[in-house]
């Protein structure tokens, strides 16, 4: 249904990485050797970080436990509250998040893989990885993230730069 | 008014479309048509039954992309030709354009080109004379470099029939875009698994995104980009009830609502690399060349896992056999100390494969096993939504409500707009429904 006109006009975003960005300030939760069974455990251990009015990003689940980040303000918290089930708990400050972006990102073959790859390559400890339809999500250390940051710009962003 | 498969599968479906183009025009619009090819798979003239016909010439011979784009974009053309004939027969002129012919200009990616120009001069001019366009979805022209003639024929990869409504849109400054489907609009979930499931009134660009890359069959993330971009509205309607259907908007145009729905993406396999008896860092020099094998030949992961312990991702299933051919036997020598030279394997026994590299290698001294537990017939179930999935406990309720109910979970992951869970696949209808009701999705609007 028309009533004008736009012509020669870009329509889509660019294909592949566009941007990347880090988001400091996270802890990775490691609730470590629960008892059996392990899956009712886990629930356990969420329960306690719920009742403590916590929220959690990045669940994972673990040979038996789980670990999760959070704002690095509630990392005691969030340990303490854990504790009090007898769990082995552990908790690693200075987390950040890297995220990669890219529109469509698993319908660029390989680009999800490649961008893992490239983590590995650069020595980067990767804690964790997802994505969502126009992003890549990786927490790693502080100062891995920025020096991850750093690789895919090289990688991806050098000519637009 | 994009219409899909179903839409123009056969006379009477096609007919009712062509009523719904030829309301609008007599209530005063000017509509421009995309149609999709007829049917869906199985059909005679569906994309897969032709991509079949050059494919099955010879299965070890694989066609060209270029050939490929060729004959899949064949079905479009069909439709487009057929559906103009149609509105003629009902009294109104109509005239076909294939995507170049409609000005839409392409990268050079076959499969998968993304619309870098649109020139709609002919689709006007068409207007102009009182005619109704209907272009060819999916497909467009990619000019190499100017003056060669004519020019390459691609096509826009999943969705792009979706795509070139919203583009097509733009180019002419469409007052809005309607996607007729067969289902009333985007619901909370599969209708199939939950027939009760709520069309959604109102879902904002990042929604229907999110929804549509964790698996339900909605209109195209691109296609929804490109309305928003160019504060076009587009709806999701179905040809055959006069449902209002459902409008995508702006997120900020929308207050948004806890939760949007449950999508599922099934037929997935796990792949778990045990790296607990390999030394930390050639752990690393492991998953560096996995991840690299993948990214080379094209495949995606998802649903990732890292650990000390090893290393998990899954893929499609129709990925798994490349994924097999590539893992199963594979040594990966690493520089340094030993152990030094690694074999992978999948399964608990070495394949005929994995044995005769064993054997190979024996003269090198022993390769340390990298066992890659397989397990089949996954699929993810998704809750989607928005900032509310990160509150305190919603995880909690998620698992819980599966655990509850005896449905394993084998992984999980998250982003800002979903929780996911990975499970066995015989179980995702249940936990789409179990995770529908939990959440109050019924009385979703």
């Keep these: ?161 | 008014m994009k219409f899909g498969g179903t839409s123009v599968a056969d006379d009477a479906s096609r007919n009712r479309a062509a009523s719904l183009v030829i309301s609008a025009k007599e209530q005063g619009w000017r509509p421009v048509v995309v149609v999709s090819a007829i049917g869906r798979r199985g059909d005679p003239y569906a994309t897969d039954t032709l991509l079949g016909m050059l494919r099955d010439i010879d299965a070890d011979v694989a066609p060209d992309p270029r050939e490929e784009d060729l004959m899949i974009a064949c079905g479009e053309i069909l439709s487009a030709a057929v559906f103009a004939q149609t509105l003629k027969t009902l009294g109104h002129a109509s005239q076909a354009f294939r995507g170049g012919q409609a000005g839409i200009r392409t990268d050079g990616v076959y499969g998968n080109a993304r619309i870098v120009s649109i020139n709609p001069q002919l689709l006007l001019e068409c207007m102009e004379a009182g005619s109704i366009p209907v272009v060819c979805g999916f497909q467009g022209t990619h000019v190499s470099r100017p003056g060669i003639p004519g020019g390459e024929l691609t096509t826009l990869g999943r969705g792009g029939s979706d795509t070139t409504a919203s583009a097509i849109a733009a180019a002419v400054g469409a007052d809005m875009v309607e996607i007729y489907t067969d289902v009333d609009g985007v619901k909370t979930a599969d209708p199939d698994f939950v027939p009760d499931a709520p069309t959604l009134r109102k879902v904002t660009y990042d929604e229907v995104a999110e929804i549509a890359h964790l698996g339900a069959k909605v209109v195209h993330p691109r296609a929804a980009e490109i309305a928003m971009k160019f504060g076009i509205p587009l709806w999701v309607k179905n040809t055959f009830s006069d449902e209002p259907g459902t409008e995508v908007v702006r997120r900020e145009d929308f207050p948004g609502r806890r939760v949007t729905g449950v999508a599922h993406t099934g037929k997935l396999v796990y792949l778990q690399f045990d790296l607990a008896d390999i030394p930390e860092e050639r752990g690393y020099a492991i998953q560096a060349r996995v991840y690299g094998l993948l990214a080379r030949y094209g495949l995606n992961a998802y649903m990732m896992n890292h650990s000390r312990r090893g290393f998990g991702f899954a893929l499609p299933k129709e990925h798994y056999p490349a994924a097999e051919n590539l893992f199963d036997g594979l040594v990966l020598p690493v520089k340094g100390e030993p152990p030094s030279v690694f074999l992978l394997q999948i399964g608990e026994k070495p394949s005929k494969e994995a044995e005769t590299q064993a054997d190979l290698l024996q003269e090198l001294g022993p390769a340390a096993t990298v066992r890659i537990e397989l397990t089949e017939n996954c699929s993810i179930v998704s809750l989607v939504g928005h900032e509310y999935l990160q509150q305190p406990g919603v995880y909690l309720d998620v698992l819980e409500t599966l655990h509850e109910n005896q449905i394993s979970v084998l992984q999980t992951s998250d982003s800002e707009f979903s929780l996911s869970c990975l499970v066995p696949e015989v179980d995702t209808e249940r936990a789409v429904r179990l995770l529908h009701i939990r959440f109050g999705l019924s009385e979703a609007k």
Excluded at chain 1, 60 to 69: I, Q, R
Excluded at chain 1, 133 to 147: I, K, N
């Design chain 1, 1 to 161: 249904m028309s009533k004008g006109t736009i012509a020669g006009t870009e329509f889509e975003k660019p294909r592949g990485v566009s941007g990347v960005e880090v988001r400091e300030g996270y802890a990775q939760v490691h609730v470590q050797n629960l008892s059996e069974p392990v899956a009712g455990n886990r629930l356990d251990a969420l329960k306690l970080v719920s009742n403590a009015d916590i929220s959690l990003d990045f669940l994972k689940l673990t040979h038996k436990g789980l670990s999760f980040l959070v704002p690095e303000a509630l990392a005691d918290t969030a340990q303490e509250c854990l504790q009090q089930s007898g769990a082995e708990v552990s908790v690693a400050c200075g987390r950040s998040i890297v995220l990669v972006h890219a529109v469509n990102i698993r319908e660029e073959e390989g680009l999800l893989a490649r961008l893992v790859s490239i983590a590995i390559g650069e020595g980067v400890p990767v804690e964790h990885v997802a994505d969502m339809h126009d992003r890549m999500l990786l927490v790693t250390d502080d100062a891995s993230a920025r020096r991850l940051a750093a690789a895919y710009e090289r990688e991806f962003l050098g000519a637009r730069k």
